[in-house]
């Protein structure tokens, strides 16, 4: 195609031979770049998310320089620029409390300064999708670089996963079963490289997808963080995104209908995290393509769990891309799959996956030999649930995918927290936990609490899971039989505001449904008397009151009202 050299955005700005030109050129030669850089030639954004305050994306900053080797040598002009970064296990309230603001800060850096196209860098669980939202709502050419999962964790001899094994270790030291000295001890064999957790947490779910969504190079969503090979692929990542700008393809040329079911199947495929439904329906928003929650459940009815990998299965990330990464699996389940979707290398997806192997049968499985055969995420409705619900299937317990019980209610996280280990707590094993007041609005932000650690007494006795529900999220290192993404949540007056400590609840996954056994007329009593009850949000300044404010329900993405769709990428007006 032929050249756009003299339409670039950037000229706009480098073109001029004014005031504002002059402007432009004069002050950007202060860090010692020659006139030509300002030819005409593209401008490349690289949008770093690096910080010491994100473990998962500390190595951006080295990775940032491998972009630039090869956005150079195609002949382009690199520009790194720093955006809000969300550290996931550091954060408080909780990172998806900023993952908004994130997409707001790239959405405008991107639109405001004179770039091109844009290569995001980004790992850790919130980061690549606040950066997606935002660069979609701009629509330059755009590709991903993830920071990749560290390597396996090691304790005394074994593999151990992060979130994962924390989950199990917390459990057993609560129940008496591991002592604290070996619980410490482990810290520093699960975590040890940089990179994102090398279980199918939600930052290499999201890698793994944005793959499957075009967005990137190939095996971006397994190289391990500390592997040369993730250099290499960001130096060609460099040289790609030049070639974007050439012909001019744009984020929205690539993320359509089809792009985003494939993402859904695979998902299930993966036993990714549930955070993904969060994410995938909040960028779909701002792409302004129409998907529903509904459609994560009926594009991956159908999928089996191919990838044998925590917390699902048995491997980390490292066996997982030795055995032939994302590509492996795609070509195992391509009859599912819209294969001449468009990929950011020009290729179709179904030409990427020509030379795809796999070559470890057990860390990827066949279809006719699947890890299980339920996989995906189950989105239930009831009147419960007026909005929807999820589940994912393959990290519950069979036994309680149908299951009827009492409830034992939490109003808040710090009521759980004071009560859930005291030995008068009316709990059994046949109970059902229910957490209110974890939504959007609620934390607020959404936290992954949901997967509540279960009463030390069942503990105790060898109880190792029950039915929870909440309008809480949970981490995708994380497993059990949780219900989660309650909507409309409590704090927004949804029902499960209203139910009381030994209500019974019924729940069916097979039927998709969850209700709380109370009559209607109950029903709406209870939600006019809390109504009248409701107390005003504390959160009444700065960025947490406009989220509050804005966000929608987990069943839209989460995202706040005002910024679905896009504003596009130009400016008419001089900064001087």
Known sequence: MASNKNKRRSQLSYGK???????????????????????????????????????????????????????????????????TSLGETQMRPTAMLFRNLLSMDVEESIRGNPIDGVVLLGGCDKTTPGQLMGAASVNLPTIVVSSGPMLNGKFRGRDIGSGTDVWKFSEDVRAGRMPMDDFIAAESGMSRSRGVCMTMGTAST?????????????????????????????HMTGREIVRLVEDNI????????????????????????????MHLLALAGRLEVPLSLDDFDTFSRDIPLLVNLMPSGKF?????????????????????????????????????????????????????????????????????????????????????????????????????????????????????????????????????????????????????????????????????????????EADAGGPLAVVQNGDEIAFDGEARSLELLISDQELQQRLARWQQQRAESPYQRGYAKLYVDTVLQADRGADLNFLTGGSGDEVSRESH
């Open 17 to 83: 031979l004014d005031k504002d030109g002059f402007i432009h050129r004069s002050w950007m030669k202060a860090q010692g770049y020659p006139d030509h850089c300002f030819d005409g030639r593209p401008v490349i954004g690289i949008c770093n998310t690096w910080s010491e305050i994100t473990p998962c994306n500390s190595g951006l900053r080295e990775l940032a320089e491998y972009v630039k080797r090869g956005i150079w040598e195609a002949g382009g002009l690199p520009l790194e620029f720093p955006v």
């Open 316 to 488: 980390l990330m490292e066996d997982y891309h030795y055995a032939g990464g994302l590509p492996a699996v795609m070509k195992k389940m391509a009859s599912h799959l819209h294969l001449e979707a468009m990929t950011v290398t020009g290729d179709t997806l179904g030409t990427r996956l020509e030379t795809a192997e796999c070559y470890n049968d057990d860390v990827i499985r066949n279809p006719d030999n699947p890890v299980q055969d339920n996989s995906g995420i189950w989105v239930l409705r009831g009147n419960l649930c007026p909005q929807g619900a999820i589940i994912k299937p393959n990290a519950a317990s069979p036994e309680l995918l149908k299951h009827r019980g009492r409830a034992v209610v939490f109003e808040s996280i710090e009521d759980y927290h004071a009560r859930i280990d005291d030995p008068a707590l009316e709990v059994d094993e046949h109970s059902i936990l229910v957490l209110k007041g974890c939504g959007p609005k609620g934390y607020p932000g959404m936290p992954e609490v949901g997967n509540m650690a279960l009463p030390r007494k069942l503990l105790e006795r060898g109880v190792r899971d029950m039915l929870r529900i909440s309008d809480a999220r949970m981490s995708g290192t994380a497993f059990g039989s949780v219900i989660l993404h309650v909507a409309p």
């Open 206 to 234: 999201v890698s793994n997808l944005v793959e499957a969504l075009g967005l990137c190079l190939p095996y971006n969503g397994s190289i391990p963080a500390v592997d040369a090979r993730r250099q290499a692929m960001a």
């Open 250 to 277: 744009r984020i929205k040329d690539i993320v359509n209908r089809d792009a985003l079911i494939n993402a859904i199947k695979v998902n299930a495929a993966l036993g990714g995290s549930t955070n993904t439904v």
